[in-house]
């Protein structure tokens, strides 16, 4: 079982604290979680409105602690992508960053693809189930992750040219997808 601890430490050092950056298509955000999600939970589940004026908006994003932020990822991330269940610490915590990066489908695809590098037959279809975690807790954690971060490289590298505009993250995007 991978510890949270350890994978929410590395995911923050990325993360960082309150930033609003014009072209973020999330908006303003603080320790990675943005106004949009928070918006979204709100709305799902009553989470987000800590400054308790009856909305969420830009205030709250600022108001948002590091304990705030570590509920909402082991809810909404680590427990959703059953990292829980992955064997391997540094695993776990690879697929639990890109999901806070790039979504769950997203990073769920991208392991799964990284799987299939090793002859696994996983459908890439971005949904982690029983085979999926069977196919990432059979393969060797160092290979698996040199083809992992090969496959995180991929999509950042494509995203920014599909949206160049996103060109201005590349960088930091980059470092994440190696780290």
């Known amino acids: 079982m991978a510890n949270f601890d350890y994978a929410i430490q590395q995911t923050l050092k990325h993360e960082g604290g309150y930033n609003d950056i014009q072209g973020d298509n999330g908006g303003p955000t ?65 697929l639990f960053d890109l999901s806070v990066n790039a979504g769950l489908a997203q990073a769920a695809k991208l392991i799964q693809r990284a799987c299939n590098q090793f002859s696994k037959g996983l459908a890439e279809d971005g949904k982690l189930g029983p085979k999926s975690i069977i196919a990432i807790n059979s393969i060797n954690p160092e290979e698996l992750l040199i083809a992992y971060r090969y496959e995180c490289v991929q999509f950042y590298l494509k995203l920014v040219e599909q949206t160049p505009s996103f060109s201005k993250f590349i960088k930091g995007w980059l470092r994440r997808a190696v780290s």
């Open 30 to 94: 603080n320790f990675g979680v943005s106004l949009r999600f928070l918006s979204l939970l709100y709305k799902d589940c009553g989470i987000g409105d800590f400054d308790n004026d009856g909305d969420v908006d830009k205030d709250d994003v600022k108001k948002l602690t590091v304990d705030h932020a570590k509920e909402i990822y082991y809810k909404a991330f680590w427990l959703k992508q059953k990292c829980d269940l992955i064997n391997d610490d540094e695993v776990a915590a690879k």
